[in-house]
């Protein structure tokens, strides 16, 4: 007869954490960034109660994140949210770590790397304030609303084993490939892959990639673009992709999902 015996089976034990689960989360607080709780924590009918990992002044406006489970590292990168946000020390390029995430009581974080440092194109490092919300002022020259999510850094995420560092540049359309071991540091230099501009999207400035995800199983890395039609104005051109890469060589053209938005 089968065992019964069993409790638990782990397929990939990187998919294992144990009881540690990290749940972050981004505030508009002007004091602090990053805020952290743990989600198996029953509080009964009390309010969840989050603390400060991180604060805007070390950070400065994020999106991005990752986590190093193997030395509790939590890496940040940076996001242009048009008015009213701020790049950290390491303006538009900048990616942030945050040790002893899960378990730290007080807050912390700095600079890990600048992706300019490695000559990666990430847009401008200013951010204009007040601008135009509305109308002919509101363009690409101001550097508000009009470059939301196209300039900075999009989403980060780690390899299976933890020990590289995936971050896309959407003002270059780059993924970025970061060899930061365990325990984390950064790299003398970077691998850059660029992701194709699909042949529906009418020119390269309407293509935004930004998204990322690690396959749990097959370790593949995919990339989440969109198509916004800022050049023809024609709801026709809003699409959305979704590129899949093997771990080395260069994107495939043809990206895996193609659909209308």
Known sequence: SANNNV????????????????????????????????????????LIIPTAIALQAALGNTYGLAWQASSDTLF????????????????AGGVYSVPNAYSAGAAGGALFKNLDDYSIATGPDTISDPCVVAGAG??????????????????LDLSLDGNTLYVVS???DQLVSLAIGT??????????????????????G??????LGVAPDTG??????????????STANLRGYVYEWSGSGAFPTTPVLDFAL
Not at 183 to 204: D, H
């Open 7 to 46: 409790n638990l089976g782990v397929f990939k034990p990187a998919d294992y954490r144990g009881a540690a689960r990290l749940v972050t989360t981004r505030t508009d607080n002007a004091l602090n960034e990053l805020l952290r709780f743990r989600y198996l924590e029953d509080q009964g009918s009390n």
């Open 220 to 233: 593949k890395v995919y990339v989440g673009a969109t198509c916004i039609g800022r050049s023809t104005q």
């Open 138 to 155: 509101n363009t690409a020259a101001n550097g508000c609303f009009h470059d939301v999510g196209s300039r900075g850094l999009g989403d």
């Open 170 to 172: 959407p003002f270059a």
């Open 206 to 211: 309407d293509f935004i990639p930004f998204a």
């Open 76 to 91: 940040a990168g940076a996001f242009f949210g048009g008015r009213s946000t701020s790049y950290g020390p390491g303006g």
């Open 183 to 204: 325990p984390p540091s950064a790299p003398g230099s970077a691998t850059t892959i660029a992701i194709p501009l699909p042949a529906n999207c009418p020119t390269a």
